[in-house]
């Protein structure tokens, strides 16, 4: 290492040292040395600050975006099918923010001081609901302020190549829906015993209710990311287009359709049967819609 490069990291610290405490109140916020430090090589692990949330490198890569008709419960908004190029690796949240990522950026001053209702389910380890999209760009903005990293929501071509996991069967698991219990909170047999019946719910029982599980409660898929199927939907950055005509091919934001609703992934805690829960499903709702059943993760781009 040359000498000005340390300096320059000793400086980075040193800045990230301050932030905290001198711009977003009481709370101090502690960037980890090791993050500053680690390779970014695919499959490694890392926050950006104690009560930053765990990130995985996904390397940059090339798949087929989308679904084939022959794929069961797809429908056309999954297509036309297209190559994605992704020319450099990024970084993507393990699990879906929680509530205590959330209200640390609260506690810190960020957030719009927004504390999300919890149902009365808890907070701690379950992933943090009722926010809209704006919500979650509010706690991206924070972590953008407290990491000095590049942090944004995800782009859907990356949010389906990270979930995917170098996969193309519907699930990242295979195609066997019967084994969605053992890798999702979705809508089971337990929900029956909930308020929310009438959702066609699965045979098998996942144990969490009618209610979020805490995230990483089941199985990751393969590049390590957990609650890609289910628990709660994930908002991305990308506009809503009714079909990938036009999309871009580059794993970049589609900033162009209808941008007051935005694209979900993942499904959630009350979908099963409609294929929903699919890694190609697409789903989308108005900006400002908050519910008991969206959430996000994060992105964040490595520098190369
Ligand atoms: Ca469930
Ligand atoms: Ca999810």
Known sequence: MRLGELNMRRLRLAIFALLPVASLGLVCVIPLSSATNIDYVPGKTFRDCERCP??????????????????????????????????????????????????????????????????????????????????????????????????RLPSEAEWEFAARGGTVTAYSFGDDENSLCSFANAADASLNAGPDQGYLPLACDDGFGAKTAPVGSFKPNPYGLYDVHGNVWEWLADCWNEAYSGAPVDGTTWTEGNCNQRVLRSASWVDARGGSLRSGHRGRIDVSMRSNNLGFRVARTIKQ
């Not at 908004?77 to 949240?93: K, L």
């Not at 509010?138 to 302020?145: F, G, H, I, K, S």
């Open 54 to 151: 765990s990130m995985v490198v996904v390397s940059a890569g090339k798949f087929t975006m989308g679904t084939p008709a022959s794929e069961a419960k797809s429908d056309d908004r999954e297509r036309p099918q297209h190559d994605v190029t992704i020319s450099s690796s990024f970084a993507i949240g393990v699990f879906e923010i929680t509530f205590d990522e959330w209200d640390a950026c609260v506690a810190a001053n960020g957030c719009n001081n927004y504390l999300p209702d919890d149902e009365q389910w808890g907070r701690n380890q379950r992933p943090v609901i009722h926010v809209n999209w704006h919500d979650a760009n509010a706690y991206v903005d924070w972590l953008r302020q407290v990491s000095g990293e590049d942090y």
